[in-house]
């Protein structure tokens, strides 16, 4: 099932009124290094970060991997390939309001690589810190 994608105006309301999830992609290749993207807009504008999304109402935590996996990296992959790793809360880290990341980790999937998508072995200066607080709690350095 493909799920419900809010207008701007009702996404921006809906981190007012309650908690929302988001999924978060922890990809490493074989070499062990950690995909992290380019923010491209606000807020964290040019910050590093895990691929990842908002899951949306009516869609599975399965179905937002592939989505995330497919928009982000040009990758689909079935739900046995991905497995969960953690779950973390941030209250106050996200200027849009209180997050849920429900994280998850896939290995070894091809990406290619460029100014945006880059694997790090050691994690890069400009994370988004609550990223980088649950990645160092993973044990990413």
């Not at 290749?29 to 807009?41: D, F, I, P």
């Not at 399965?62 to 953690?86: A, T």
């Amino acid at each position: 099932m493909t799920g419900l994608r809010l207008s701007l105006d009702e996404f921006l309301l809906s981190l007012k009124l309650a908690p929302r999830m988001v999924v978060e992609v922890v990809v490493e290749n074989k070499e062990g290094g950690l995909l992290m993207l380019r923010r491209q807009g606000d807020p964290f504008k040019g910050s590093w970060h895990l691929p990842g999304s908002f899951l949306m109402k009516g869609e599975s935590i399965s179905e937002c991997v592939r989505r995330v996996l497919e928009d982000e990296c040009g990758q689909g992959v079935d739900s046995g390939v991905w497995q969960f790793v953690g779950l973390f809360e941030n209250p106050d880290g996200d200027p849009r309001g209180h997050l849920i990341h429900y994280v998850v980790k896939v290995e070894d999937i091809k990406v290619e690589t460029d100014s945006r998508k880059h694997f790090f072995t050691t994690l890069p200066e400009k994370v988004i810190g609550y990223q980088k607080q649950f990645l160092f709690e993973l044990g990413y350095k």
